[in-house]
């Protein structure tokens, strides 16, 4: 079982739609949440960063991390056809290496 | 743009060769990961510097070496290349204070 899993997708959403991607994961020991967006095989870029249980909001994202059930979740509010991209959970514990997903690939249709 | 380069940006050789990727950290940051990023494997952990010193190693194959410079950049050595090892490889950088990893642009290898 890997340590973290996540929903390859794809996933196809109408423009304007809110789009949820999750991920679970079985290490008790993380602490540190991230979401990364990936076009087609370039560089990964952090969206979102959270520490802990909790919610965090920046503009149309929202990073939901719930410690008890070892799931966190990315909302997507009013996607646009740029938000088109790979979509990875990775989470670690202070400075060391991170545990990726598999990555969710997104596609919103205009 | 997220402040980490990395050279070259595509590798193509040939089974056995050697290649050396190299990563020039985000201005400040100490630490530096590399990662390997496969279709099958998706992303993977290989080895961390922290101010010239190794910190962690993950799956990393005993062909592959890496070194972080007293400027702070660093190189991944791959020898011995296989067909197997044609992928992506990122590096990030970071902070202990604040545990973000950034990414560079990453390099892709194909072994022919």
């Known amino acids: 079982q890997k340590e973290v899993e996540q929903d390859p997708g794809p996933l196809s959403v109408p423009e304007g739609a809110i789009v949820s991607l999750n991920c679970t994961y079985s290490?008790?020991?993380?602490?540190?949440f991230m979401w990364y967006r990936q076009y087609s095989r370039k560089g990964p870029e952090l969206l979102m960063y959270?520490?802990?249980?909790g919610n965090k909001e920046d503009g149309r994202f929202t990073a939901q991390v719930d410690k008890s059930s070892k799931y966190i979740s990315l909302f997507i509010r009013d996607s646009q056809p740029s938000d088109s991209a790979t979509y990875l959970c990775?989470?670690?514990?202070?400075?060391?290496?991170?545990?990726f997903g598999q990555g969710t690939e997104l596609s919103v249709k205009p | 743009d997220s402040g980490v380069t990395q050279t070259p940006k595509h590798l193509i050789t040939a089974t056995g060769q050697r290649v050396t990727l190299r990563c020039s950290p985000r201005?400040?940051?100490?630490?530096v990961y590399w990662y390997q990023q496969s279709l099958d494997q998706g992303l993977q952990f290989l080895i961390q510097?922290?101010?010239?010193?190794?910190?962690a190693k993950g799956n990393i194959l005993e062909r592959f070496s890496a070194q972080q410079f007293p400027d702070l950049h660093s190189e991944l050595n791959l020898s011995s290349l296989e067909l197997g090892d044609s992928a992506l490889y990122f590096c990030?950088?970071?902070?202990?204070?604040?545990?973000?990893?950034?990414f560079g642009p990453g390099t892709r290898l194909t072994v022919l």
């Open positions: 959270t520490y802990s249980s």
């Open positions: 201005s400040g940051d100490l630490s």
């Open positions: 990775a989470m670690n514990n202070q400075g060391g290496k991170l545990i």
């Open positions: 510097y922290y101010n010239g010193e190794e910190r």
């Open positions: 990030a950088s970071g902070t202990d204070a604040y545990n973000e990893q950034f």
């Open positions: 290490n008790s020991a993380f602490q540190y």
